[in-house]
């Protein structure tokens, strides 16, 4: 197939990524057969759409067709269960028999992925968070990851997991290492390349201190040659300069909250998502405001949590303010 080596690249032996709207990761491993031209697969998310699914399929068909293997898709490993992630996970285990994996607090949303509309509008949503975008078809899982589970590969190398919270509840970090150690790792999106990160400066995060703790995480695996973000550019090595950016925007969210207050006595939640989104020159559409507005209000709890913010009820109506300074 033409441009084939755009589509599928080789990071380390047995480890590729299908550059895409979300990066999917793709291992292989030697089976115990016989026959040396058949090659197990394990996938690392799979796109958000059945479109995204048939694209996937059809790359590896065309690499390994022209490798002269075949392969079987033994399991798709999900960071984490977001629309874009494993939208496209039904299709694969009807076309394949795959089986799907996920970390266990992952589970929930993605058998009943209703629960993340509700999570972003705060009660049941309209029927324009009712979209393929934010909630894909319910997804089963056939096994619960855990942190401290490893899978074993062909030529000494492993499978390993590290929990990372943040972005979502239970968001995996999926590290393959090879019999030197050397690794390729695969975050989901608890970090942002640069390119992403600027254009979207305030991306979707559940908890802002639990993302920085994560980015910190990340930055202590050694031995790191490639981290392959779930959206944007790859990282070569060091993910320090990207990890840093990532924790400039949040630190930049945080600031632009606490100047909200100081324009006025008390703001709602509503006001200040306007002015964080308005101080970032943002034009929202229906589901950016979506996106952002959840996000705005996960940075309000945290900071309400460490008594940087204060909140009262009145006039039915919930208020926001900075604490009084004795």
Same mark, same amino acid.
């Given at each position: 197939m033409d441009n084939l080596t755009a589509r599928i690249i080789e990071l380390s032996a047995g480890v590729y990524v299908i550059p895409a709207t979300t990066n999917v990761g793709v291992i292989t491993s030697e089976?115990?057969?016989?026959n040396d031209s058949s090659v197990?697969? /394990?996938l690392i998310d799979s796109g958000c759409t059945e479109i995204d699914g048939e694209y996937v399929l059809d790359v590896?068909?065309?690499f390994f067709e022209q490798q002269g293997q075949y392969f079987t898709l033994k399991a798709i490993i999900t960071t984490h269960g977001h629309a874009d992630h494993c939208g496209a996970h039904n299709f694969l285990k009807e076309e394949t028999g795959c089986a799907l994996w996920a970390a266990k607090h992952e589970q929930g949303a993605m058998e009943t992925p209703i629960i993340q509309g509700t999570v972003l509008w705060g009660g049941y949503p309209p029927h324009e968070m009712r979209t393929l975008f934010f909630m894909p078809s319910p997804t089963y899982l056939?096994?619960?990851l855990t942190a401290d589970e490893t899978i074993k590969l062909s030529g000494g190398r492993t499978i390993s997991f590290m929990e990372l919270k943040g972005h979502s509840y239970e968001n995996l970090c999926v590290i393959i290492s090879d019999k030197k150690n050397k690794k390729v790792i695969f975050p989901g999106d608890n970090i942002f390349p640069r390119n992403e990160i600027?254009?979207?400066w305030i991306p979707l995060i559940l908890n802002p201190v639990q993302y920085m703790e994560s980015l910190d995480q990340l930055c202590a695996i050694e031995n790191v040659e490639w981290c392959i973000p779930s959206h944007g550019d790859f990282l070569k090595r060091n993910i320090n300069e990207a990890a840093e950016l990532n924790k400039i925007a949040i630190i930049?969210?945080?600031?632009?909250?606490?100047d909200s207050l100081k324009t006025k006595k008390r703001l709602t939640a509503e006001e200040i998502v306007k002015y964080v989104a308005d101080k970032n020159?943002?034009?929202?559409?229906?589901?950016? /405001?979506?996106?952002?507005?959840s996000t705005v209000k996960s940075y309000i709890a945290v900071m309400h949590d460490a008594?940087?913010?204060?909140?009262?009820?009145?006039d039915n109506k919930l208020y926001f303010s900075l604490p009084v300074q004795k």
């Open positions: 089976n115990d057969s016989s197990d697969v /394990y590896l068909k065309a056939d096994r619960s600027i254009n979207h930049s969210t945080r600031t632009c909250i606490l020159e943002m034009k929202l559409s229906f589901s950016q /405001y979506a996106l952002v507005s008594r940087e913010i204060k909140m009262e009820v009145s």
